[in-house]
């Protein structure tokens, strides 16, 4: 069992960054990947980026060059970087952990979600 626990959301301008953390507990050595997903009023849940143990990224084609995710082993702590933030952007951000076997696009753990709202 692993527990997520984001913080860093918020209310910010077009333009502005935000600094997203998320931090795990629990089994960790059971997992091998970690990253954020997002939903919209209306939309789907899509994968915005994962990371993997070895440090490969992955990111969807709407946030590469903006956003950049990252991890700190020794804290167990997932980061993502969100910089020229859209409006678009607006969303609950989720995090979440995948196990070893799994090698899907949706993790196998979550959080409670942080509010992202970008406005003018």
């Known amino acids: 069992q692993v527990q997520l626990v984001e913080s860093g959301g918020g209310l910010v301008q077009p333009g502005d960054s935000l600094r997203l953390s998320c931090a795990a507990s629990?089994?960790?050595?059971?997992?091998?990947?970690m990253g954020w997903h997002r939903q919209a009023p209306g939309k789907e849940r899509e994968l915005v980026a994962w990371?993997?143990?070895?440090?490969?990224?992955k990111y969807a084609e709407s946030v590469k060059g903006r956003f950049t995710i990252s991890r700190d082993s020794s804290k167990n702590t997932v980061y993502l970087q969100m910089n020229s933030l859209k409006p678009e952007d607006t969303a609950v951000y989720y995090c979440?952990?995948?196990?070893?076997?799994?090698?899907?696009?949706?993790?196998?753990?979550w959080g409670q979600g942080t509010q992202v709202t970008i406005s003018s």
């Open positions: 990371i993997t143990r070895g440090g490969t990224t």
């Open positions: 979440n952990c995948w196990r070893n076997s799994n090698l899907g696009l949706s993790g196998d753990y």
């Open positions: 629990g089994n960790i050595f059971s997992t091998n990947r």
